[in-house]
């Protein structure tokens, strides 16, 4: 197995430990942060392949901005941004960025799931 990172950050402790048995199942460490501070920490102990962010963890741009600065770092990242609601703002600002993808809730566990197996199939890392 490759040496990959999935970060999972958000303010849910709940929907946080679900996601991370999720992705532990896809055989990459899986490390979980309940703040912006904890997830770019985190980005720099090891090569991350896939950010799963909260849109909105403190203000409306933090998901947002979060999975922009860890892209800085790590060039071959996906970030998956969880929506409560559909925000077209966000998605017009992210249309042409084709390593974000939006998951709104209620989550498709299955179909997530698959997509996250997709992904990091996929990474160079």
């Known amino acids: 197995m490759k ?4 970060i999972i950050v958000t303010r849910d402790r709940t929907f946080r430990d679900a996601l991370r ?3 532990t199942d896809q055989g990459c460490h899986v490390e979980s942060a309940g ?3 904890d997830a770019r920490e985190l980005s720099t102990r ?4 896939v950010v799963i962010s909260d849109n909105t963890l403190h203000s409306p741009d933090d998901g947002l901005q979060l999975a922009r600065d860890i892209r800085g770092d ?7 941004l969880i929506a409560d609601h559909d925000n077209g703002e966000h998605e017009d600002a992210m249309k042409d960025e084709a390593w974000m993808r939006i998951v709104r809730k209620p989550i ?5 799931s698959a997509d996250i197996v997709d992904v990091v199939a996929k990474s160079t890392l």
Do not use: E, G, K
Not at 46 to 49: D, R, S
């Open 35 to 37: 703040s912006v501070a």
């Open 21 to 23: 048995r999720t992705c």
């Open 46 to 49: 090891m090569p991350v392949c």
């Open 74 to 80: 790590h060039p071959d990242v996906t970030c998956f």
């Open 3 to 6: 040496d990959q990172q999935i």
């Open 108 to 112: 498709r566990m299955l179909r997530f």
